[in-house]
C-alpha cells in the first residue's frame, strides 16, 4: 500500500503540483483501502505523509506550497493496515535538476541498497550503518545523525534503532541481526553538513547550511538468506 502510494505521488510530481495536492493523492488511495495514516495516528504528524523540499531534510509539512523545476522532494509514506505498519520514502528531482543534486539522489538510493545487502542473519548491525556512512562520505556527502531508521512491525517505531553512520551516538557493536528482524532503513543524505535543525513549525527539519537533502527508506524483513525488500514498487 505504502508503495502504491509512492508510485502515483511519482506519477503526479511536476512543476506547478502543491505538496498538498500530493498529500490528497495519499489519503485517497489510504482511504479506498482502509489504511490508517500512521504518521498522523502515532506520531502526531499533521498530515498523512511528510513532504521535504530541497534543503529540508524529513517532516517537512504538506501544504500551498508549489513545486517548481529544479526542486527535489522527498516523500515519507506510512500506514496500517491488517495490523501491520509499512513505512518507506523516496526522493524525486523535480524536472531538470543540476548535477550535483542528481548525483545526491543517485548515491543515496544506492546507500539504501548497499544497506539492504548488508543486513543478514548474524552479521552486526553496524555493518547496515557502515554499508550507508561509507558510500555517502566517499562520494563527498553528509550522513545525517539526529534522525535514524527503526524496527518496524505493529507499531511505527520499534527496536532496535538502525542508524546510518558508525560511532558515537550509534548502534552498539555486538548488536545481532537475526531471522525475522524487520526494520525500516532510510539513510538520509546531505550535500554539505550533516548537522540540521528544526524550524519553528516544530516538525520540518532542514539542513543548518541550506544545502540540499535526499531521503531514501525501505521497509525490510530478514529472511535466512538475507532482506528481502517489503515496499517495492
Do not use: Y
Not at 104 to 113: K, Q
Not at 138 to 145: I, K, L, P, Q, W
Not at 205 to 219: N, Q
Amino acid at each position: 500500500m505504502v508503495a502504491r502510494v509512492l508510485d502515483e505521488i511519482g506519477r503526479r510530481l511536476a512543476p506547478g503540483v502543491t505538496t498538498g495536492e500530493l498529500r490528497d493523492v495519499a489519503d485517497g488511495i489510504f482511504a479506498s483501502a482502509g489504511a490508517a495514516p500512521v504518521f498522523h495516528t502515532e506520531a502526531g504528524f499533521p498530515a498523512s505523509i511528510c513532504t521535504s523540499v530541497n534543503e529540508e531534510v524529513v517532516h517537512g509539512v504538506p501544504g500551498a506550497r508549489r513545486l517548481r523545476s529544479g526542486d527535489i522532494v522527498s516523500v515519507d509514506a506510512g500506514c496500517a493496515l491488517d495490523g501491520f505498519i509499512g513505512d518507506a520514502a523516496r526522493t524525486w528531482p523535480v524536472g531538470e535538476v543540476d548535477e550535483e543534486s542528481q548525483r545526491l539522489l543517485d548515491v543515496a538510493r544506492e546507500c539504501l541498497d548497499r544497506a539492504v545487502a548488508a543486513a543478514r542473519p548474524g552479521a552486526d548491525l553496524t555493518e547496515v550503518s557502515r554499508a550507508v556512512q561509507s558510500h555517502a562520505e566517499a562520494n563527498g556527502f553528509g550522513v545525517v545523525r539526529d534522525f535514524v531508521g527503526h524496527g518496524v512491525g505493529e507499531r511505527l517505531h520499534e527496536a532496535p534503532q538502525v542508524p546510518n553512520f558508525v560511532g558515537p551516538g550509534g548502534v552498539s557493536r555486538g548488536v545481532k541481526i537475526r531471522k525475522g528482524l524487520v526494520v525500516a532503513i532510510e539513510p538520509m543524505l546531505t550535500a554539505g553538513t550533516w548537522k540540521v535543525k528544526k524550524l519553528s513549525d516544530g516538525w520540518t527539519v532542514v539542513t543548518i547550511d541550506g544545502k540540499r537533502a535526499a531521503h531514501f527508506e525501505h521497509t525490510v524483513a530478514v529472511g535466512r538468506e538475507g532482506a528481502e525488500i517489503l515496499t517495492l514498487p
